[in-house]
């Protein structure tokens, strides 16, 4: 992988996204590079450091 498909999300950007379907707070994993929608119950992607914050490219939660 090259160093921006690894690049972290930007801590200020962190501190005000919010999930676009429950406007609650995100969880960032930096692992599985991904912003976590507790409420939702769904993952946005975040590629090259960028979170896509799209509910239909979100992946659901497993219960």
Same mark, same amino acid.
């Given at each position: 992988?090259? $160093?921006?498909?690894?690049? $972290?999300?930007?801590?200020?950007?962190?501190?005000?996204?919010?999930?676009?379907?429950?406007?609650?707070? /995100?969880? %960032? $994993?930096?692992? @599985?590079?991904? /912003?976590?929608?507790?409420? @939702?119950?769904? @993952? %946005?992607?975040?590629?090259?450091?960028?979170?896509?914050? /799209?509910?239909?490219? @979100?992946?659901?939660?497993? $219960?």
């Amino acid at each position: 992988m090259s $160093d921006t498909q690894t690049r $972290d999300v930007d801590p200020k950007l962190l501190e005000i996204l919010v999930c676009p379907v429950t406007r609650e707070t /995100l969880r %960032y $994993d930096r692992e @599985a590079h991904e /912003l976590i929608s507790e409420g @939702a119950g769904l @993952a %946005y992607p975040v590629r090259d450091g960028i979170p896509i914050m /799209l509910p239909d490219e @979100a992946r659901q939660l497993d $219960d």
